[in-house]
C-alpha cells in the first residue's frame, strides 16, 4: 500500500530528509513530540513490524546503525527513544514501517 512516505521517497512530497542510503531514508516527523524528532523508513513498502519477512530483518540492522549515526550526530547519544508503533491498536497511523528516533529532552517513562 502506498503512503505518505512512499511519496516523501519519490520526492512527491517536501520533507525534512537528515539522512538516505540505497534502503533507507530519515526526514524530520511533521507533528514533533520532541526537539529531535526523526522517521527512519526503509524504502521498501512494509506494511508493519509484523509484516517484515525473514529476508528483510537486515533493514532493522540497517536502521539502528542510521539511528545511532544520527543520534551522534544530533547531540542525543546521551538519551534518545527508538520505537515503532505496530498496529492501530498501538497507534500506528501510517502504514509502512517506520522507526521514530525522539528526544532533545527528558523523555517520560513509558515502563
Ligand atoms: P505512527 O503513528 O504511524 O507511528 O507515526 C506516523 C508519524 O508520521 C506521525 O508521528 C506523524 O506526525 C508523521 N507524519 C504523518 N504524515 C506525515 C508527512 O506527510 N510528513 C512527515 N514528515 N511526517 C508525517
Excluded at 525534512?16 to 524504502?43: G, Q, R, T
Excluded at 542510521?66 to 527508538?82: K, T
Amino acid at each position: 500500500m502506498t503512503t505518505v512516505f512512499s511519496k516523501i521517497i519519490r520526492r512527491e512530497l517536501p520533507a525534512e530528509i537528515l539522512f538516505e542510503n540505497d534502503h533507507l531514508i530519515a526526514f524530520k516527523d511533521i507533528n514533533p513530540v520532541a526537539p529531535v524528532h526523526l522517521l527512519l523508513v526503509p524504502k521498501k513498502e512494509i506494511r508493519d513490524l509484523q509484516s517484515l519477512a525473514p529476508e528483510d530483518l537486515y533493514l532493522v540492522g540497517e536502521l539502528i546503525a542510521a539511528a545511532q549515526q544520527l543520534a551522534e550526530q544530533l547531540g542525543i547519544s546521551n538519551g534518545y527513544r527508538l520505537l515503532t508503533n505496530n498496529g492501530a491498536a498501538a497507534g500506528q497511523a501510517v502504514f509502512h514501517l517506520h522507526f521514530h528516533l525522539i528526544g532533545g529532552a527528558p523523555l517520560a517513562p513509558i515502563g
